[in-house]
């Protein structure tokens, strides 16, 4: 199946429960050097609004760390979120993040998205 979103090509799109308070790691490519994007949860109560810490482990991984994202009605990106490429076209991430409750769970739907080409 292919699924097409205008000029864009769905990579993968779905649902996971968070296991405990573990992170969730997408692998987007495969072979020696899989390219893996990983999701953090983490709570501060010191600074209590939500944010998104991108972080760049090394060439082939990149953490998104949400904070505070506990909203039982769920949390995403308005717009999609570039995160670089993939096979030569742009890589774009939409989420909602949901919390199931005090518990350190999280429901998340996703979806990649492959943009538009990029020059090498």
Do not use: C
Request: no cysteine; aromatic share 12%.
């Amino acid at each position: 199946m292919r699924i097409k979103a205008g000029e864009y090509d769905v990579l993968a799109s779905g649902t996971v429960i968070g296991f405990r308070n573990e992170p969730i790691d997408f692998t987007l490519t495969e072979g020696e050097r899989p390219l893996v994007v990983r999701f953090v949860f983490r709570t501060d109560e010191e600074n209590p609004g939500q944010r998104t810490e991108p972080k760049i482990e090394n060439d082939r991984q990149l953490s998104l760390a949400f904070v505070n994202f506990t909203n039982v009605l769920g949390t995403g990106n308005v717009g999609p979120l570039p995160l670089g490429q993939v096979e030569g076209r742009r890589l774009y991430l939409y989420y909602r993040i949901y919390s199931l409750s005090k518990e350190p769970e999280k429901l998340v739907h996703y979806t990649w998205y492959l943009g538009e080409r990029v020059d090498q």
